[in-house]
């Protein structure tokens, strides 16, 4: 599947080891070690945490593979009832020691909260200020929960959130993120929204603080800034796109600064004073979009070297799905047949 990802993009940006939980295959550190001798530029891990949490030596066999490495952390929630209902389990103490081991080890982290509406839609506030207080966690990560995987008494009319409500929680909650501080990802602006913000010794001080709001959030087309300067185009593009690790959002947002002399920003940045909120909206049956799933900027790699987008995976080819949609395809080519050969028949 790595050799997959590479065939395609030649040098990826961005591979997540993923699951189930990959920490208990057997064979993870081969698997982590092949991905590594691969051309990828940044290689992320996708866990639960549990078996960082739990395994000393673990975690510090993690941590040789820190630089261009991060660890995807679910975190849902800081209290019990949240997480019972998204997890079945209270899992707050595993999290706390997972963080406490990773920045220890001083492994880059971004904090994965899936958001169920009236489940822990109003905990996003506290999230934040939580993870930007913990030395290892680059950032949030905010997924709108959506029908695919395990989910139980899942009603869209009850749980479900847009990319639009969740930048009004995360303004409304922080106190400190307005709404033109929550850009629209260029790659794929219906389902992926970010902002960012710097840990400075007085917190968390959003990016816009030291750049004009309208070099972030306005189109080229109408931007006089833009249409005089290209390079502050492309660096602007750069920055707002998903395909960063910690060290390259740091680079990327120094160059755009370089661009902008006359901006007051910080002289010494660094991966640890970047901190990124990120919104990423999976569609499932009932929310699907066609157009939306056409730039997909995720997808899931197959052992036959298919590179699938991250939606159509959950709806054609998740756990039986695959082999109906090959009945139907087996059903649709006899259908075909059927026809070209009626056609060939004498009248």
Do not use: W
């Not at 939980?21 to 866990?47: D, G, K, S, Y």
């Not at 929960?145 to 969740?166: F, I, K, M, N, W």
């Not at 990802?185 to 840990?199: E, G």
């Amino acid at each position: 599947m790595l050799d997959a990802v590479i065939r395609s993009e030649g040098e990826a940006d961005v591979v997540q080891l993923s699951g189930g939980e990959p920490t208990l295959h057997p064979q993870f550190f081969q698997v982590l070690a092949e991905a590594r001798a691969r051309p990828i530029r940044h290689l992320m891990l996708n866990t639960n945490g549990i078996r960082i949490a739990q395994d000393a030596t673990f975690a510090e066999t993690l941590a040789e593979h820190r630089h261009g490495f991060e660890v995807y952390l679910q975190f849902d929630s800081l209290q019990r009832d949240a997480l019972m209902d998204l997890r079945g389990a209270d899992l707050r103490r595993v999290r706390e020691q997972a963080l406490e081991r990773l920045s220890a080890l001083d492994i880059s982290t971004t904090l994965v909260m899936t958001v169920k509406r009236g489940v822990n839609d109003d905990e996003i506030g506290d999230v934040i200020r939580f993870a930007a207080a913990q030395p290892c966690v680059r950032g949030v990560t905010l997924q709108p929960v959506q029908d695919a995987g395990r989910v139980e008494g899942y009603d869209p009319r009850l749980h479900r959130l847009t990319v639009s409500e969740l930048r009004r929680r995360i303004v409304e909650q922080t106190n400190l993120f307005t709404p033109q501080d929550v850009v629209p990802v260029p790659c794929n602006p219906d389902s992926l929204a970010m902002a960012y913000a710097l840990k400075t010794p007085d917190g968390l001080q959003p990016l816009t603080r030291y750049l004009d709001p309208r070099t972030l959030v306005e189109s080229a087309g109408n931007t006089i800034v833009f249409e005089r300067d290209e390079s502050l185009k492309d660096q602007v593009f750069k920055l707002f796109s998903t395909n960063h690790s910690p060290e390259s959002q740091a680079g990327c947002l120094s160059e755009l600064t370089c661009c902008l002399p006359q901006i007051q920003a910080p002289t010494e940045l660094s991966y640890r004073s970047v901190f990124r909120v990120l919104i990423v909206q999976f569609m499932d049956a009932l929310s699907l979009d066609i157009r939306a799933l056409k730039t997909s900027c995720i997808h899931i790699a197959h052992p036959d070297g298919r590179l699938i987008p991250f939606e159509s995976h959950n709806l054609f080819y998740r756990d039986e799905r695959a082999q109906v949609l090959e009945r139907l395809r087996g059903e649709l080519d006899g259908f075909h047949t059927h026809r070209r050969v009626t056609r060939l028949v004498p009248v």
